[in-house]
């Protein structure tokens, strides 16, 4: 039915309101897609639409299906993953010298947890003999035991602030320890730019989290970015008052597991590309 349209689409002229193959077709299409977005063969052939405004209804339609037969957390997952620039790994060009890529058995890995497919086969944490690692990979990718979390942040922020040196901003990494008696465990600067918002400092907080975790699963089941939504405001809970004690902004880079970054963090990019553009 997707080829009868198409040679519709593209020749309107060579079919009439009563060619069969092209009412198949449209009764096919109406069956795939909501009430609203349904078709006739007369207004196509009046005002024949862009293929890919017909291929985006069907997959908005599907997409919505699939969401709202979905379980909590697997709705969870997939709002995560269909935000803006979540899959934007997927399309990454591999290259070894700049450390963009992965193995065979790495890809197979992570695209069957980003499909929402078993990765573990009923097998328990090498750190925590007792639980045992659920099919969608929450445990995995948020197990404080053993390193890889907290390996995993400070590779983030140092990539962070390797860009932040690219672009020419005074960088320092890990920042804020001890400074004031009030405050004295809390450091609220993963990485410290000296001047980021008209001369004033900026103390970014690095923080990841799973929208597959208990307190945020029905927010993140919800709304797409809801748990990165809750990460930054528990960094400006805990940061704020700090921050403006020592003169810096606080700015929460938050990032869920499945790589959807929060709003902050997005304005951030956003701005930290526009500099390096010029630099």
Same mark, same amino acid.
């Given at each position: 039915? +997707? ?24 009764? *096919? ?27 985006? *209804? ?53 695209? +069957? ?30 197990? *404080? ?35 004031? +008696? ?51 405001? *528990? ?45």
């Amino acid at each position: 039915y +997707r080829q009868s349209l198409t040679i519709t689409l593209r020749s309107p002229h060579m079919c009439s309101p009563d060619d069969i193959h092209m009412l198949q077709a449209v009764t *096919r299409y109406n069956t795939q897609v909501s009430p609203q977005d349904s078709i006739t063969v007369e207004t196509i052939l009046a005002s024949p639409p862009l293929q890919k405004a017909l291929s985006k *209804r069907l997959d908005d339609h599907t997409f919505q299906s699939l969401l709202s037969s979905s379980s909590p957390v697997n709705k969870a997952r997939i709002l995560s993953i269909s935000a803006p620039h979540a899959g934007s790994w997927i399309s990454v060009v591999p290259s070894t010298g700049l450390d963009l890529h992965l193995d065979n058995a790495e890809c197979q890995v992570a695209l +069957r947890w980003w499909l929402g497919l078993d990765t573990l086969g009923g097998s328990t944490c090498p750190f925590c003999p007792d639980i045992a690692l659920d099919p969608l990979g929450h445990h995995a990718a948020s197990c *404080r035991h053993g390193g890889d979390v907290v390996s995993r942040h400070n590779h983030l922020h140092d990539i962070f602030a390797d860009f932040c040196d690219h672009a020419h901003l005074s960088v320092k990494v890990e920042v804020g320890h001890g400074l004031s +008696r009030d405050h004295i465990n809390s450091r609220p600067a993963d990485v410290l730019v000296q001047s980021w918002d008209k001369g004033k400092p900026a103390a970014f907080d690095v923080t990841v989290v799973s929208p597959l975790t208990p307190v945020v699963l029905n927010e993140a089941s919800v709304s797409a970015g809801a748990a990165a939504y809750v990460a930054e405001n *528990r960094k400006h809970v805990a940061n704020d008052t700090r921050c403006q004690e020592l003169g810096w902004s606080c700015i929460p880079l938050a990032v869920e597991t499945y790589g959807n970054w929060g709003k902050e963090a997005q304005s951030v990019f956003s701005r930290l590309a526009s500099l390096l553009a010029v630099s």
